[in-house]
Nanobody, 122 residues
Framework: QVQLVESGGGLVQAGDSLRLSCAAS????????MAWFRQAPGKEREFVAA???????DYADSVKGRFTISRDNAENTVDLQMNRLKAEDTAAYYC????????????????WGQGTQVTVSS
């Protein structure tokens, strides 16, 4: 099993920056891809960004150019740097880990964190 714990959420104003972190523990050697998803009230969970073991990355169009995902394999952490935040970025953000190559589909991910809330006021 793998445990994921997110941190770094909060309340910010539009245009501000925020950095989310996710720490993995347990059988971390089995993780190939780590990703961030988000879910706003009344909406489905959506893909935000993903990074593979060899640091290949993928971003949703809505965050490309504003968000940056990074990974420290030695520390088993993945961060999401969020710049130029918008009100529509308000959501609960979830860290996820997969044993396989990256996917934008939540069903491909084996492990999930509890989520951290990001609220952007306009």
């Amino acid at each position: 099993q793998v445990q994921l714990v997110e941190s770094g959420g909060g309340l910010v104003q539009a245009g501000d920056s925020l950095r989310l972190s996710c720490a993995a523990s347990g059988r971390t050697f089995s993780i190939y891809t780590m990703a961030w998803f988000r879910q706003a009230p009344g909406k489905e969970r959506e893909f935000v960004a993903a990074i593979t073991w060899d640091s290949s990355t993928d971003y949703a169009d809505s965050v490309k150019g504003r968000f940056t995902i990074s990974r420290d394999n030695a520390e088993n952490t993945v961060d999401l740097q969020m710049n130029r935040l918008k009100a529509e970025d308000t959501a609960a953000y979830y860290c996820a880990a997969s044993r396989t190559y990256y996917s934008r589909y939540s069903s491909a991910y084996n492990y999930w964190g509890q989520g951290t809330q990001v609220t952007v006021s306009s």
